[in-house]
């Protein structure tokens, strides 16, 4: 059935709405679409083992329902706050007869994310699929409002997290396996008021670009999503001002924010042995604008 993108989920005004950090996606109002309803698999990862982190709510949620969905046994980290969201995402995992694994923890700590390579190796039997998605982002209308301590809290979970775990999961990694990053439209045309956060998705972008030159010859694929305005708790817990909240995605072309679902198809498509020449790219959604 066709259906018109505009007009297939909620457009702003949006109520006011905020949660303390880190936010759950169950106490949203509209509740984010992850696909748990919509998506539907046709084996593309079949026998494939991930980790994603963040893969509570938001774009990661959306990612392991999809890889579930595509025939694959999925690990997901998050915070121990984000236990309600952790949850649903493994019982819709094992409803599809994959095996789900809850593995909590703090990234900016460099021995939690070893251990957390380690832990998830053991669990799946392996890694073929690891997503760098976990992320911190907090608005402030001015650099004199960063503290170090809230700068520091952006680079270890956006930058640090992402190097200690690639650097560990490179021990595990097979050809054919792949890495992937949620970047973001902020990479390429940051916010005013989103300096810290804006500088780790350009690191994010760019580290995709090094590290698939870099592991090309061993047959590890290297890719990234930069998503654009997507409807998930970041938003509502200190990533995003209430005026912009309020009219959350109105300034996009499609007039809406977009949802976690809307991306799902994007991470099992980088992930797909199919797309094997595919390493070193960025692929955008941003209902228009954004780039690349
Ligand atoms: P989200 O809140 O659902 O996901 C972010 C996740 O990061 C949280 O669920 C949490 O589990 C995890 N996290 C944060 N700090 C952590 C820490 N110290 N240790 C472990 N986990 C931690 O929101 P989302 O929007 O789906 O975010 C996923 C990714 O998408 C992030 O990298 C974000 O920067 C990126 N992104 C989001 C948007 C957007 O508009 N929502 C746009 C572009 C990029
Ligand atoms: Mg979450």
């Known amino acids: 059935m066709m259906e018109d993108p505009t007009s297939k989920y909620p457009k702003p005004p949006f109520e006011k709405q905020s949660q303390p950090f880190p936010g759950l996606a169950n106490a949203m109002r509209p509740k984010p679409d992850h696909g748990e309803v919509s998506y539907k698999g046709s084996g593309r990862l079949a026998g494939r083992k991930a ?114 775990l690639t650097k560990a999961a490179l021990k595990h990694l097979k050809p054919g396996a792949v890495i992937i990053q949620t970047t973001s439209e902020q990479a390429y045309d940051p916010s005013a008021n989103l300096v810290d956060y804006a500088i780790t998705k350009a690191a994010a972008m760019n580290f995709t670009k090094s590290m698939a030159k870099q592991l090309a010859s061993r047959g590890i694929r290297v890719n990234g999503v930069a998503p654009g305005p997507i409807w998930t708790p970041l938003q509502v817990c200190g990533g995003a001002t209430m005026e912009k909240l309020e009219n959350f995605g109105g300034d996009a072309p499609m007039g809406r924010p977009g949802q976690p679902a809307e991306l799902a198809s994007i991470y099992v498509q980088l992930a797909d042995p199919l797309a094997s020449y595919a390493t070193g790219q960025v692929y955008g959604s941003a209902g228009g604008g954004g780039q690349p």
């Open 51 to 164: 980790l994603i982190t963040g893969g509570d709510s938001g774009m990661g949620r959306a990612a392991a329902i999809a890889y579930a969905r595509e025939g694959a046994d999925v690990a997901i980290n998050y915070l121990p706050d984000e236990e309600d969201d952790a949850k649903e995402v493994i019982s819709l995992i094992e409803a599809e007869g994959r095996k789900a694994f809850a593995l909590p923890g703090d990234l900016r700590d460099e021995f939690f994310c070893e251990k957390l390579i380690a832990n998830s190796v053991s669990v799946l039997g392996g890694l073929d699929i690891l997503v760098n998605n976990a992320g911190r982002q907090q608005q402030a209308q001015s650099i004199l409002d960063i503290t170090t301590d809230a700068f520091d809290a952006t680079m270890k979970t956006n930058i640090y997290a992402m190097f200690w």
